[in-house]
């Protein structure tokens, strides 16, 4: 129960997320978007709850009405453009493994709070991304870099070196070293975290349900069930893509997507 109300109340009552919601679907009028959704937790307690949405076309559009609630720093705002024009660029265009277009997102941090927005994008085949808190009290934009393994070897030893070990297959790792994680005090941290990226075939949403069900055969935690089903009462079209991990396991990710142009994941 408490679980389904912490994403019951971010999803419908938190005016911030709401908001973020509301604007977002201004920019479909003049893009190709998917969007979703983001937890991240703990054994017991949920993290943060991200929502997002994916401009995939090749000439992402922002309009004014976004942007103005999005980047509310210039500075952000600056990197943003930079990053805007970048995926115009050839190698960003790589459809087949989803690291094309530009990906905004809106972070509520439940253990204080607070509010993040990023944006992200394909920078010379390193995944970009600017942050940005929402609290005024806090200034300054962080710089993260994500980074992409698809060879087998390479994959298999970085999982060996987590000692978690994953039936990933044909799918690709998305590491990055700043990645919001618990210390060993359960206090929010910068740590070495990874996410299972999926390749896609002919049929992306079976590739991405059959993902994740080999990803629920390893070791799966019992809030995970609990997360599943209040995101499937919230909206029944959304469903599990993938998961996200903690090198030193104290915490996971959970995304999900209607996977639909036509209609949102937000209600």
């Not at 390193?126 to 390479?154: E, P, Q, T, W």
């Not at 994959?155 to 987590?162: D, E, G, P, V």
């Not at 005090?185 to 590739?207: A, E, M, R």
């Amino acid at each position: 129960m408490k679980i389904q109300k912490i994403i019951d109340q971010s999803l419908t009552q938190n005016k911030n997320n709401l908001n973020f919601i509301e604007k977002s679907r201004s920019l479909r009028a003049d893009n190709h978007i998917i969007d979703g959704l983001g937890i991240n937790y703990s054994k017991k307690n949920i993290l943060t709850v991200k929502l997002y949405v994916k401009i995939v076309n090749p000439y992402p559009i922002i309009n004014s009405r976004f942007e103005e609630f999005f980047f509310k720093e210039s500075n952000f705002l600056n990197h943003g453009k930079k990053l805007l024009i970048n995926s115009q660029l050839p190698h960003n265009t790589n459809r087949a493994i989803g690291l094309s277009g530009i990906a905004l997102s809106f972070r509520y941090h439940t253990t204080n709070n607070s509010y993040s927005s990023a944006i992200s994008g394909l920078k010379i085949n390193k995944l970009i991304n600017y942050s940005n808190s929402v609290d005024k009290s806090i200034s300054g934009i962080s710089h993260h870099r994500y980074y992409y393994i698809f060879n087998k070897f390479l994959k298999n030893l970085f999982l060996q070196f987590c000692k978690i070990n994953l039936p990933i297959n044909k799918h690709g790792l998305e590491i990055y070293f700043t990645g919001e994680g618990l210390n060993k005090n359960k206090d929010i941290c910068p740590s070495l975290c990874f996410t299972i990226y999926p390749v896609f075939g002919k049929d992306i949403k079976s590739d991405l349900v059959e993902n994740f069900k080999n990803l629920q055969k390893y070791e799966p935690w019992a809030i995970e069930k609990d997360i599943i089903d209040a995101v499937k009462l919230y909206n029944p079209r959304m469903i599990p893509l993938t998961k996200g991990y903690q090198a030193n396991k104290l915490s996971r990710k959970i995304y999900f997507s209607c996977l639909s142009y036509n209609f949102s994941s937000f209600l």
